[in-house]
């Protein structure tokens, strides 16, 4: 299974940014997806997650109101769109795959470990 994350950048506060995650080798449409970041010194954290055919999704009350996930099934595809950026939304992004098929969202949400994970893509917003 191969992750491929793509969208970061500087932003200033208040922007938008889309970040987007590409998925190879896994039947994407049968899996729960999660967008995750990790900020230097702080934990990881499960920003969001979407289930199978985007019937449910969780969010982190961190960016509930400001982020929204997707995900194009047809083309392989998980998206973060990210608005009213803070100095704080700072850290590298991640993707992942759930473990198993057919989770909602709010189960992924509450897993501490996962499938596959992307590389990562650095969002900054400086303050």
């Known amino acids: 299974v191969q992750l491929q994350a793509s969208g970061g950048g500087s932003v200033r506060i208040g922007g938008v940014r889309r970040l987007s995650c590409t998925a190879s080798?896994?039947?994407?449409?049968?899996?729960?997806m999660g967008w995750f970041r990790q900020a230097p010194g702080k934990e990881r954290e499960t920003v969001a997650t979407?289930?199978?055919?985007?019937?449910?999704?969780w969010y982190a009350d961190s960016v509930k109101g400001r982020f929204r996930i997707s995900r194009d099934n047809a083309k392989n595809t998980l998206f973060l769109q990210m608005t009213n950026l803070k100095p704080e939304d700072s850290a590298v992004y991640y993707c992942?795959?759930?473990?198993?098929?057919?989770?909602?969202?709010?189960?992924?949400?509450?897993?501490?470990?996962?499938?596959?994970w992307g590389q990562g893509t650095q969002v900054t917003v400086p303050s």
């Open positions: 979407i289930n199978y055919n985007s019937g449910n999704i």
């Open positions: 992942a795959t759930d473990t198993e098929p057919f989770a909602t969202a709010r189960v992924m949400s509450t897993r501490t470990a996962f499938g596959s």
């Open positions: 080798g896994i039947i994407f449409s049968n899996y729960a």
